[in-house]
C-alpha cells in the first residue's frame, strides 16, 4: 500500500507524497483561490445578454421541369437555371451570416425600448463611429456574425437562428429584420426569374405571331388562286397542310399567353420561401453569465496547479533516490498538524483540554 511501481521500473512511495500534499495544503490552496480570484473578476464583467430566437422550415425546391422548361423545350431552347424563391435549408443558414443581408442590418433603425424608445442603430448601440463609414460597417458587419448563431436539423430541415445582444429589443428587432431580409431576398430573386422567363415568353409570342400570319397570307394566297381545290387531291392535301400549321401555331400561342399572364402575376406576387415554425421571441429573464461554474472550473484548475508545483519535485526525487523515506508516522503528524490548527479556531476548546 506504500508502493507504486511506475513504468520505468522505480517505485514512488506514497506515503511521502501524502505527507507532502498534506505539509503544502496551504500552497495548493493558495493557487485555487488565486486562480479563482482572478476568473471570478474576469467572469464579474461579462455583460447581461437577452437571446432572441427564431425557427422556420424552408420551403422544398422545385421538382422536376417547370411548364415554362417543358414549354421551352419543345422549340429546342434550354433556359437557363437560376437560383428561384424556393431554396434548400443550407442555403438560408449561409445567407442568414451574408454580407448582403447583414450590410442592411447594422444600419437600420430601431427603437430601444430600454432608452425611452430612442431610435439607435446597430452600429451606434455597439459605438462603431469612430472611422469612416464603410471602416463602420464593415466592423459592425464583423460583429454580426460574431453573434448570430444559425443551426439546421437535418431530420426536419428546421432552420434555428439565434443572437444575444445587451438590449432585448434589439435582439428581437434584428431576429425580425433578418426574416424580412430573406424574404425581401426571395422575393427580388423570383421577381428577377419571372422577368426572364416572361421575356423569353414574350419573343416566342412575337415569333408565332408573325409565323401564323405567315401561314394566314399562305393560306390566303392558296385560296385566291385556287378556287376549286375540292377537286384536285394535291391542292386539297396542300390546303389541309396550311390549315394544320395554323391550328397548330395558334394552340402553341394560346398556351404561350396563358404563361405570359401567369409570369405577370408572379413578378408582382411576393411568395414567402420559409413558414415560421417559432416566431421571433426573447425572454424577459437574461441568459445565465456562468460565473459561478467558471469560479468552480478555476478553483479546481488552481488545486491542480498546486498539486503539481508539490507532488512533481517529490517524484523526481524519489525517482533520483533522494526523496524522503517517510512513513505512516509522518503522514499522522501532519494530519495532527492540521487537527491542532483547526483547534484554535474552535473556541474554549483548548482550555477544555487543558482540563481535562
Do not use: C
Not at 496547479?305 to 525517482?319: C, E, K, R, T
Request: net charge negative.
Amino acid at each position: 500500500m506504500n508502493e507504486w511501481n511506475a513504468d520505468d521500473g522505480d517505485q514512488v512511495q506514497l506515503l511521502p507524497l501524502i505527507a507532502a500534499v498534506i505539509r503544502a495544503r496551504w500552497i495548493i490552496i493558495g493557487w485555487a483561490l488565486v486562480i479563482g480570484v482572478i476568473t471570478a473578476f474576469i467572469v464579474s464583467g461579462r455583460p447581461i445578454l437577452y437571446l432572441g430566437h427564431t425557427t422556420f422550415l424552408p420551403h422544398g425546391s422545385e421538382s422536376g421541369p417547370s411548364r415554362l422548361a417543358s414549354l421551352a423545350g419543345q422549340f429546342g431552347v434550354s433556359l437557363p437555371t437560376e437560383a428561384g424563391a424556393e431554396q434548400p435549408p443550407a442555403f438560408y443558414v449561409t445567407l442568414l451570416t451574408s454580407r448582403r443581408l447583414l450590410t442592411e442590418l447594422v444600419t437600420d433603425l430601431y427603437p430601444i425600448e430600454e432608452m425611452d424608445g430612442e431610435r439607435r442603430t446597430f452600429l451606434d448601440l455597439y459605438e462603431f463611429t469612430e472611422g469612416t463609414e464603410a471602416q463602420n460597417i464593415e466592423k459592425g458587419v464583423d460583429r454580426l456574425q460574431k453573434i448570430i448563431t444559425t443551426r439546421l436539423d437535418p431530420a426536419t430541415r428546421i432552420v434555428t437562428v439565434s443572437l444575444a445582444t445587451p438590449w432585448p429589443s434589439l435582439s428581437l428587432g434584428l431576429i425580425n429584420n433578418l426574416l424580412d431580409g430573406i424574404n425581401e431576398f426571395n422575393w427580388i430573386t423570383a421577381q428577377r426569374k419571372a422577368s426572364q422567363e416572361r421575356e423569353f415568353i414574350d419573343e416566342r409570342v412575337a415569333l408565332i405571331n408573325h409565323q401564323i400570319e405567315e401561314s394566314e397570307a399562305e393560306m390566303a394566297s392558296f385560296l385566291l388562286n385556287n378556287r376549286q381545290f375540292a377537286r384536285s387531291p394535291a391542292l386539297e392535301f396542300e390546303h389541309d397542310r396550311i390549315n394544320r400549321v395554323i391550328s397548330m401555331r395558334q394552340l402553341i400561342l394560346e398556351s404561350l399567353m396563358q404563361t405570359q399572364e401567369e409570369l405577370r402575376v408572379r413578378e408582382v406576387r411576393e411568395t414567402p420561401g420559409f413558414t415560421i415554425v417559432e416566431p421571433p421571441r426573447v425572454p424577459t429573464a437574461p441568459e445565465p453569465r456562468g460565473r459561478v461554474s467558471s469560479v468552480l472550473l478555476a478553483l479546481l484548475a488552481g488545486g491542480f496547479i498546486g498539486l503539481a508545483q508539490v507532488l512533481v519535485p517529490q517524484i523526481l526525487d524519489q525517482s533520483r533516490g533522494q526523496g524522503e523515506n517517510a512513513g505512516l508516522e509522518e503522514v499522522l503528524g501532519a494530519l495532527g498538524d492540521i487537527k491542532n490548527e483547526i483547534l484554535r479556531f474552535v473556541p474554549g476548546l483548548p482550555r477544555r483540554r487543558q482540563a481535562l
